[in-house]
Every structure is written in structure tokens, then in C-alpha cells.
């Protein structure tokens, strides 16, 4: 018996995968969080900021400097209240500093 591999695109592999369906959905939550907080963060600033991984109501920014992640500190509360009032569950927001 011959097994015959065809390549498959990531939405056709995700649709036949619950946990990559699972995760392409969660890439999606935060990517459109990130959207939607995009002019509450500084023009100079949102090139620093990418949208990180989503675990339950605790999301995660990566951020590319030390810098840019304390500005992005003291935006928090202000970016967390705009979430909620889109209706997204965000309890906390992590930044992570990615240099390099």
C-alpha cells in the first residue's frame, strides 16, 4: 500500500484539526485586539507592538524595546478599558519584551 502526501493549505489543515483550528482562531482574537487598540497607542510606538498569544482573559503584547514596553505600561488601563468596552474579556495584559 502506497500513501500519497498532498499538500494541504493551513485553513483546509486547520479545519481538520481542532487544535489548529483552536489556535488560528485564538491568532485571530488577538490580532483584531490588537486592531482595535491600534490609535490608543502612539504612531512612533505602533511598530514596537505586535499581538501576542490570548490565554483565557490574559492577553500578551510583544513588544520590541524596553522603552517601548514602560509607554506601553502606562497605557494599560486605558487599553484594557477600551477592550471591555468591545466586549473582550481582558482581566490582564502581559508585555513581553522580544529584542533582537
Known sequence: MQRRHQAVSLQQAAQQAPT?????EL??????RLKSIEA???????GAVKAGPVDGATWCL????NA???K?????????SH????????NSIR??????
Open 83 to 90: 477592550l471591555r468596552s468591545k466586549g473582550c474579556e481582558v
Open 27 to 32: 491568532v485571530r482574537e488577538s490580532s483584531a
Open 62 to 65: 510583544l513588544v520590541s524595546s
Open 40 to 46: 490608543l497607542i502612539p504612531p512612533p510606538l505602533r
Open 20 to 24: 489548529l483550528a483552536r489556535l488560528t
Open 72 to 80: 506601553i505600561r502606562q497605557l494599560l488601563p486605558a487599553i484594557q
Open 68 to 70: 517601548a514596553a514602560a
Open 95 to 100: 508585555l513581553k519584551v522580544q529584542i533582537g
